[in-house]
């Protein structure tokens, strides 16, 4: 089977994008794997396919890199509106269906994608000896550490212990080690489904800005720095750990457009 895509990359988050609206691709997990290996294939954090929903402008759907159908992806869904647009769907606003529910997202004057992330209701707080540490679901679940120095953390051998220790390793979840620096935040993360650091998450700096911002009232900015680059996520703390108006902001980049033949 012949199989054309494009590449997109959000702060070097990195997806495969196929045009799905016409139903006819079907990828078993080992095809996916195949195409995201970065020796063998086109190589990607994950892929995804651009369908079609009646009542909106689009679906996603999410794999990872295992070949695995992901929660929501915020980096994803942000390429994903930019691939829309590039494709002719162009809108002022986009109403899209993900795995989580119903999503809206925009393209700034600027070239950032917006991204309108689900609602948080919960976030549950742990004390475990000298580690504070926040769980938490953006549309994917997450665990949330803050340190003093990210570049100090072996965020993968720290990940991996963490992914899969006794409470989250049947589901596993994405781990976050997240340091303030001067008036932004930095973010590394351990991905489950890719199962290595990525160099950014969306879900993942949704979570640590919600963290950061857990404390204050209103409406809120926070700017966000990763290993690819800059993001920034807007809320409104509800208070009771209840957030919404989350916006997830950055760029979602075009890379190059290919076609490979998959057995």
Request: hydrophobic content about 40%.
């Amino acid at each position: 089977m012949k199989l054309s895509f494009s590449k997109y990359q959000g702060t070097q988050n990195d997806f495969v994008i196929i045009d799905n609206r016409a139903g006819t691709v079907q990828l078993t997990a080992a095809q996916i794997q195949f195409i995201c290996d970065r020796r063998k294939g086109v190589g990607a954090d994950g892929l995804m396919l651009l369908g079609s929903a009646e009542g909106f402008d689009f679906s996603m759907t999410y794999f990872n890199a295992d070949g695995k159908e992901g929660t929501m992806c915020g980096n994803g869904g942000r390429c994903l509106t930019q691939y829309a647009f590039d494709k002719g769907i162009k809108k002022d606003f986009y109403h899209f269906i993900a795995i989580d529910g119903p999503h809206e997202s925009k393209i700034d004057d600027k070239g950032w994608v917006h991204l309108k992330m689900i609602d948080v209701h919960n976030i549950e707080k742990n004390i475990e000896g000298e580690v504070t540490f926040f769980v938490l679901d953006t549309g994917s679940p997450h665990y949330v550490e803050l340190v003093d120095n990210v570049n100090n953390v072996d965020v993968v051998a720290l990940g991996q212990m963490i992914r899969y220790n006794e409470r989250f390793n049947k589901e596993g979840i994405n781990v976050n080690f997240v340091a303030q620096e001067e008036n932004q935040l930095f973010v590394r993360t351990y991905e489950r489904g890719v199962e290595n650091e990525t160099f950014s998450c969306g879900t993942g700096v949704t979570a640590a800005a919600l963290i950061a911002g857990i404390d204050k009232l209103g409406a809120q900015t926070i700017q966000i720095e990763t290993l690819g680059g800059k993001l920034a996520v807007s809320f409104n703390n509800k208070g009771d750990h209840a957030f919404d108006s989350i916006w997830l902001m950055g760029p979602g980049c075009f890379v190059f457009d290919g076609s490979m033949e998959i057995k």
